[in-house]
């Protein structure tokens, strides 16, 4: 597995912004596919953005045009900037990562409120 480190999350009011930033070990040049996941209290898990190796980038409807997933294959991190954010965005957020096997990151909580 690669081990991955999410920072960056934290309460934001409505509006705001916040930037994710997910940090490795491994290099990431080397895997296929990362992406970001978000889970909100009482619901399942759901993708937020996906960025292949060789930067195509995909995003969730509810997130389009507010969101921008980006990778440094130099500093080994993926980071999501998080625009306009609303108060149904808040759910933990987890780093993922996929090279043939799975590896999840802790997670960090971002709270949308005012």
């Known amino acids: 597995q690669v081990p991955l480190v999410e920072t960056g999350g934290g309460l934001v009011q409505p509006g705001g912004s916040l930037k994710l930033s997910c940090a490795t070990s491994a290099r990431i040049s080397n895997i296929y596919y990362m992406a970001w996941y978000r889970q909100a209290p009482g619901k399942q898990r759901e993708l937020v953005a996906v960025i292949l190796s060789g930067g195509t980038t995909n995003y969730a409807n509810s997130v389009k045009g507010r969101c921008t997933i980006s990778r440094d294959n130099a500093k080994n991190t993926v980071d999501l900037e998080m625009d306009s954010l609303k108060p149904e965005d808040t759910a933990v957020y987890y780093c993922?990562?996929?090279?043939?096997?799975?590896?999840w990151g802790q997670g960090t909580q971002v709270t949308v409120s005012s």
């Open positions: 993922y990562a996929h090279n043939g096997i799975e590896s």
